[in-house]
């Protein structure tokens, strides 16, 4: 279950203060996966990094009691000085998973070869990005977060992410962000549409949906 109690999120820059969310609860059950939507600069990337932990709420609580992942294929959090392998086992520790079986995982699942020893930062987008998923699949979670679907490599290496991710899927919850509602309708049942700073739970993904054609119209 995560459940958001009484958040406000504002961001302040340059003498500006913005409110992304005020005073928002809802509660998102196990068992479900929903579709996070509304226009843009509502609040639903703000909103995963809510969810996540990578960002606090300004006011409010968020409770957790699952492990959820970072954004799936989120490569943002690799420190670009140490290699990929130095990377793979500091996240593994933190996560307490044995280093070795998450090592041995990435290294088949990602094929970056040598690569591994070398730093991140000189990595192209491309090896990042299969660095990344390979690490997202190499750790089991309770939800996955989504922000916008996006290919990996080759059709080839495609295929093994949509593979790896569906045996992922079958053992846990989706959260999802995407601008493609045919997307949002085959990998979610619940919608959250957010509007105005407000957070509205739709137990139909279609109502959400509509909602938000409506907001865009």
């Not at 504002?10 to 509304?38: A, M, Q, W």
Request: charged residues 25%; glycine residues 8%; proline residues 3%.
């Amino acid at each position: 279950m995560i459940r958001f109690e009484n958040v406000t999120k504002i961001y302040r820059t340059d003498g500006h203060r913005r409110t992304i969310l005020e005073r928002v609860s809802f509660t998102l059950k196990p068992g479900t996966s929903y579709g996070i939507l509304g226009i843009n600069g509502a609040g639903k990337s703000t909103s995963m990094r809510l969810i996540a932990g990578t960002e606090d709420p300004t006011r409010g609580r968020i409770h957790r009691n699952l492990r959820v992942s970072w954004p799936l294929g989120f490569a943002g959090g690799f420190h670009p000085m140490m290699t990929g392998r130095d990377n793979i086992i500091f996240v593994a520790r933190i996560y307490g998973e044995d280093p070795r079986k998450v090592l041995e995982f990435v290294e088949d699942f990602s094929e970056l070869g040598s690569y591994l020893d070398v730093p991140i930062r000189t990595y192209s987008s491309g090896m990042s990005s299969r660095l990344a998923f390979g690490m997202s699949m190499a750790i089991p979670f309770d939800c996955y977060l989504i922000d916008e679907v996006t290919a990996v490599g080759d059709a080839r290496f495609q295929r093994r992410c949509q593979e790896a991710f569906a045996a992922r899927r079958e053992n846990a919850d989706v959260i999802m962000v995407s601008h493609d509602m045919e997307t949002i309708r085959q990998w979610c049942s619940q919608g959250i549409v957010l509007i105005n700073g407000r957070a509205i739970v739709y137990e139909d993904v279609n109502d959400a949906i509509e909602v938000y054609r409506r907001l865009n119209a």
